[in-house]
């Protein structure tokens, strides 16, 4: 699989401890841009043409790169001791691909007329 863009940043100092005000929020943040991906999606649904609704499938898919990120970021910080890291991630990039042929989908649905 090729490398995330933005895989070979290190934004975070490695510490040895993490307070769990930082916990709260690292899961908070995921919460949120899991919430965004399906909230995307069902505004998008709500809108007139499939134009606009191509567009809310790129906003989601936006959301499900933010969220690709931040298991990048707990991962590194070992908030993910308990659960299969590698398992989430693919299902993020599952997700990616189902939202990419949804776009191109409604993408060659708009230029047919």
Same mark, same amino acid.
């Given at each position: 699989?090729?490398?995330?863009?933005? &895989?070979?940043?290190?934004?975070?100092? #490695?510490? #040895?401890?993490?307070?769990?005000?930082?916990? %709260? $929020?690292?899961? @908070?943040?995921?919460?949120? @841009?899991?919430?965004?991906?399906? &909230?995307?999606?069902? *505004? $998008?649904?709500?809108?007139?043409?499939? $134009? *606009?609704?191509?567009?809310?499938? +790129?906003?989601? =898919?936006?959301? =499900?790169?933010?969220? *690709? %990120?931040?298991? /990048?970021?707990?991962?590194?910080?070992?908030?993910?001791?308990?659960? +299969?890291?590698? /398992? /989430? +991630?693919? $299902?993020?990039? *599952?997700? #990616?691909?189902?939202?990419?042929?949804?776009?191109? #989908?409604?993408?060659?649905?708009? /230029? =047919?007329?």
């Amino acid at each position: 699989m090729a490398q995330r863009p933005f &895989a070979r940043f290190r934004f975070l100092p #490695k510490h #040895k401890w993490i307070s769990e005000t930082k916990v %709260y $929020g690292i899961t @908070c943040q995921i919460r949120r @841009c899991a919430a965004s991906i399906a &909230a995307s999606i069902a *505004e $998008g649904y709500g809108k007139r043409g499939n $134009g *606009e609704f191509q567009r809310y499938f +790129n906003i989601a =898919a936006g959301s =499900a790169g933010e969220l *690709e %990120y931040r298991f /990048l970021v707990a991962r590194e910080l070992n908030f993910l001791d308990e659960m +299969n890291p590698q /398992l /989430l +991630n693919d $299902g993020v990039v *599952e997700v #990616k691909r189902m939202l990419a042929s949804l776009t191109r #989908k409604f993408e060659v649905e708009r /230029l =047919a007329g």
